[in-house]
Structures are given as C-alpha cells and as structure tokens.
C-alpha cells in the first residue's frame, strides 16, 4: 500500500493540536484558514456565490473541523490547503443543490398553472385575461415559496419530484428524520402557501 504524501514544511502547533484531536484555539484557526477559504471560493466560483453565501460556507468548514478535527491529517497537507478544498467542495454541493431547487420551483409553479387551468377552451379575449391571472397567482407562489423556511421549501419541491404519494417517505429517507416530521412540515408549507394565493383559488391537494 502507498504512503501518503508526507508534508514539506513542519506541521504547527494549531495543525497538530487539530489532527490529533486535541483541545485548539478557535480564533487561531479561523485566523489562518478564514482568508484563504474565502479567496479560494472568490477564485474559483466569482459571482456565483454572495458574500453571505461565502461566509456560510466558511463557517461550514469551521464547524467541521471544531465538531470532527481528526478528519483532517497533518501528514498530508497544511491546514489552509485543507481548508481550501473542503469549502470548495461545500461550494460545490451548495450549488447543485441551489440548481435543483430553482428547477423544482419551476415545476412547482407550472403544476399550480396547470391546475388552474380552465378545463374548456376560453375564447381570446379570456384567454388573455386568464393568462394574467395565472402570471399574478404564480408570483405570488413564488414570493411565497422563497418566504418559507428552508424545511418547507425542500418538503414542497419534493412533492412536485416524487408526486403527492411518495414525496414524505422519500424526503424522510433522504433528511433521516420521520415520515410525520415531513408531513408536519408540509401542512405548514400548504397554509402558507394557500393564504399567499387566497382561499379561492386552492391548487393544492
């Protein structure tokens, strides 16, 4: 089996005291992994990410290292080029997860169009108004889908992805927590959702 790549410079006490596991200063290590986390998201992400978005992905990182320092290894890099690519890769689920959400609030927004659909075909002039009231019930959907905590949001772009029958034992699956939590969550997301779109139009199941 091959060794790994041993270290050029000598590790410092901070990396040593984290390595091994060992009680460590929490602002020494934000002061020598903060600045490289956040030039390296500005690097290699630009604009893509906020400033807000960096910081939380920065604070990730430190959170991970305070809760399980032992995942980093002395012996194979120094802290900041550690540091470097875990918020990179943070970044990186952060944005294929953003991705996912934006095209399942997409969807979301497209089955509220479809059930509110007329079922017989409007003449002109109906449809034009129709297609108004559906561009008006629909940003209101959205304001209120970005509104919702972040639990509601996930509950609600599930059920437009895995359907009315699957969405609560899948999305349990996939957050480990009960199928009752999700349901709770998603009885939430309806009320919200309906008093943003008004009681009379109900495109909810």
């Not at 890099?77 to 690519?85: D, E, G, I, R, V």
């Not at 437009?160 to 034992?169: I, K, L, M, R, W």
């Given at each position: 089996m091959l060794e790994p790549p041993q270290r050029r410079k000598p590790a410092t006490e901070i990396e040593s005291k984290v390595s091994a596991g060992h009680p460590f200063d929490l602002e020494k290590l934000l002061f020598v992994i903060d600045s490289p986390m956040h030039n390296e998201l500005v690097c290699v992400f630009g604009d893509s990410l906020s400033g807000e978005e960096r910081e939380d992905?920065?604070?990730d990182v430190l959170v991970e290292l305070f809760e399980s320092p032992t995942k980093y290894q002395v012996t194979r890099?120094?802290?900041?080029?550690?540091?470097?690519?875990r918020v990179r890769t943070f970044a990186l689920d952060y944005l294929r997860?953003?991705?996912k959400a934006c095209v399942q609030q997409r969807l979301f927004i497209e089955r509220a169009h479809l059930q509110l659909a007329p079922a017989d075909g409007p003449c002109p002039a109906e449809k034009a108004e129709q297609r108004e009231l559906l561009k008006q019930t629909a940003d209101r959907i959205r304001i209120a889908i970005l509104q919702l905590p972040l639990e509601q949001q996930r509950v609600a772009a599930a059920y437009?992805?895995?359907?009315?029958?699957?969405?609560?034992?899948r999305l349990a699956a996939e957050l480990d927590v009960s199928a009752n939590r999700v349901s709770q969550w998603w009885t939430r997301a309806k009320r919200a959702l309906r008093?943003?779109?008004?009681?009379?139009?109900?495109?909810?199941?």
């Open positions: 992905l920065a604070r890099s120094c802290l900041p080029k550690y540091a470097k690519l997860d953003r991705k437009v992805e895995y359907g009315p029958t699957n969405f609560a034992s008093e943003a779109i008004g009681p009379e139009e109900d495109v909810f199941e």
